[in-house]
């Protein structure tokens, strides 16, 4: 049976942004995106699926991205549960999110930040350590 097709989950209030992302990812990765612009959203889509990385504003609307993956770390595998743990998360931060970035960095799930305004080559290295490139699935 082929593997599935890695999902990932991006939450930010900026649709260019969200744009943007779904254009780098799946175009040089495999993976499939789904996208909220606020925390509520993305914590019901993750509820109904499983993903494979976790994409969140540290600046959402209506809670931070931190708390938003807080939350889902503690619910995740009681919903999914076929999953060990919740997914590998990445913030995207503006410069003075610096300091919650670094309180959130002790979480290992955390794989890093992607600096805003949008740092495409922050954010390929960010998602080449959790999806695979085209073509090599």
Not at 59 to 65: A, E, M, T
Not at 94 to 111: C, H, K, N, Y
């Amino acid at each position: 049976m082929p593997e599935p097709t890695p999902r990932v989950l991006v939450a930010d209030a900026s649709l260019p942004n969200r744009r943007l992302i779904r254009e780098l990812l799946t175009a040089f990765r495999h993976c499939e995106l789904d996208d909220a612009a606020n925390a509520e959203h993305a914590f019901e889509r993750a509820l109904q699926r499983e993903y494979a990385l976790f994409i969140f504003a540290i600046d959402l609307p209506d809670i931070s991205g931190i708390l938003l993956d807080r939350f889902l770390a503690k619910v995740y595998t009681k919903v999914h549960t076929g999953a060990v743990t919740a997914p590998p998360v990445v913030f995207l931060s503006r410069p003075e999110d610096a300091a919650a970035f670094r309180a959130a960095q002790s979480d290992a799930r955390v794989r890093g930040q992607v600096p805003l305004p949008l740092n495409l080559d922050a954010l390929m290295n960010a998602a080449g350590n959790v999806l695979p490139a085209k073509g090599t699935k």
